[in-house]
């Protein structure tokens, strides 16, 4: 199974499809297609099927799936309040049971811009930690 974002309807969303020789892929499944741009999927497999984090509405959501097919309700882990700018390129990795959400966030104008890196951590794909910055360098542009 992959995950891509494609604007063949119109915005940006996000689609699944899976292969079982990696020549012949299924139709594939809309995943994330409210009327903002889900972008950047990030997908894993977990011990209870799916999950995938992206981007949308300057935001990260996670949307979980135990058969791939049928995807539950969009979680948004970050918040506005979280920093005040976009989030973008989630990084979804599974640990020993637990889940590590991988971000960049961009900050500053057009002038002095840059990106940085922050973590989330969660026990159980729901509840999810307070933002842990990776790195907090000026005029570095940190991206994953």
């Known amino acids: 199974m992959i995950a891509f974002s494609s604007n063949i309807n119109g915005n940006w969303d996000v ?3 899976t292969s079982l020789d990696g020549v012949n892929w299924s139709e594939p499944i809309a995943v994330a297609t ?6 950047d999927p990030s997908l ?3 011990a209870n099927g799916y999950m995938i984090a992206y981007s949308a509405s300057n935001l990260i959501w996670v949307i979980s799936s135990t058969t791939g097919e049928d995807w ?6 970050t918040s506005i ?3 005040g700018h976009s989030y973008v390129e989630p990084s979804l990795v599974e640990v020993n049971g637990s889940y590590i959400l ?3 966030r961009y900050v500053g104008g057009w002038i002095g811009r840059w990106y940085e890196i922050a973590l989330i951590t969660s026990d159980n794909g729901v509840n999810w930690t307070q933002p842990l910055v990776v790195n907090e360098t000026e005029n570095f542009a940190s991206r994953l």
């Open 44 to 46: 894993i497999k977990t």
């Open 81 to 83: 309040g979280d920093w």
């Open 34 to 39: 409210d009327a903002s741009n889900e972008t």
């Open 15 to 17: 689609f699944v499809t």
């Open 102 to 104: 991988a971000y960049s």
């Open 72 to 77: 539950g309700e969009p979680l948004q882990v």
